[in-house]
Nanobody, 119 residues
């Protein structure tokens, strides 16, 4: 099993910045990709950024491209999401996720951290 814990959410005004962190523990060696998802009330949970733990290749959804940056620490057990120029539409619960090398989709999930952006 892999355990993921998010932190860093909070309330920020439009145009401000936040940095989210995701700490992974357990059998982290069985994972490859890690990603950030977000879900607003009544909406689907959407992938907004992802990174490969083996290659460093990144992915960004069009809605956050140029504003958000995903990264890993040197041990590749902590993932960050630097969020700049935040907009009210960024308000959502943000989730950390990790895949399993033996699985096709993301398998492990954090409990989420709330990000609220005010006008």
């Amino acid at each position: 099993q892999v355990q993921l814990v998010e932190s860093g959410g909070g309330l920020v005004q439009a145009g401000g910045s936040l940095r989210l962190s995701c700490s992974a523990s357990g059998r982290t060696f069985i994972t490859n990709a890690m990603a950030w998802f977000r879900q607003a009330p009544g909406k689907n949970r959407d992938k907004i950024a992802a990174i490969s733990r083996t290659t460093g290749i990144t992915y960004y959804a069009d809605s956050v491209k140029g504003r958000f940056t995903i990264s890993l620490d040197n041990a590749k057990t902590t993932m960050y999401l630097q969020m700049n120029n935040l907009k009210p539409d960024d308000t959502a619960v943000y989730y950390c996720a990790a895949d399993d090398i033996a699985a096709a989709d993301y398998t492990y999930w954090g409990q989420g951290t709330q990000v609220t952006v005010s006008s």
